[in-house]
């Protein structure tokens, strides 16, 4: 299956303006979310903003769902969930955070994950995208490379657009292809 349209204006539209993107000061998270992270998942069939109208327990998406990590409450930006049941969180930051080597947001993701008993749970800025097995228990010290299993430039996504939705669409989770993926990452 080819990128949709979707993904590839996306894509035309962070290449051509990536210098300011990717400046801290010029371009935010909630902005990323909004322009980029919102309709690249849209473009996976997840209802990102409940255009469906679905009661509150049966959302796909539930943003800045609270999770109880070690003492503390917490809340991924997203969690995607199919009939109640959560499926994976998201976690977001802006285009000028470095997803490759930053240890700190991978600690992040990965100890929700961890938390809420999940199997993988994704980190993206747009430009990147990295998915994490959270069944290991993760640890702050470990660089940001430990546990994750796929990575992504946002320069991949039209080519490698099959392999993306044929693990993270909708209709992936509901065929077992997400659960089948995840097991087979399991503890790497």
Request: aromatic fraction near 14%.
């Amino acid at each position: 299956m080819a990128a949709p349209k979707t993904i590839i204006d996306l894509v035309e539209t962070f290449k051509k303006n990536e210098h300011i993107y990717t400046n801290g000061d010029l371009f935010d998270e909630e902005n990323t979310k909004t322009d980029f992270i919102n309709p690249f998942f849209e473009a996976l069939g997840w209802d990102v903003t409940n255009k469906k109208h679905r009661s509150p327990q049966f959302k796909d998406v539930v943003y800045e769902k609270s999770i109880k990590v070690g003492n503390k409450t917490k809340a991924p930006d997203y969690e995607f969930r199919v009939g109640g049941t959560h499926i994976f969180f998201v976690e977001a930051k802006k285009p000028s955070v470095n997803l490759e080597t930053d240890k700190s947001p991978a600690f992040q993701v990965r100890r929700y994950g961890w938390s809420a008993k999940l199997k993988l749970c994704i980190l993206t800025d747009f430009e990147e995208l990295a998915v994490y097995e959270t069944t290991t228990k993760p640890d702050k010290k470990q660089s940001a490379s430990i546990g994750r299993v796929k990575y992504y430039h946002y320069t991949e996504y039209i080519e490698k657009w099959d392999e993306i939705s044929s693990i993270f669409s909708k209709e992936a989770v509901l065929n077992g292809d997400f659960d089948n993926f995840a097991d087979s990452n399991s503890d790497k």
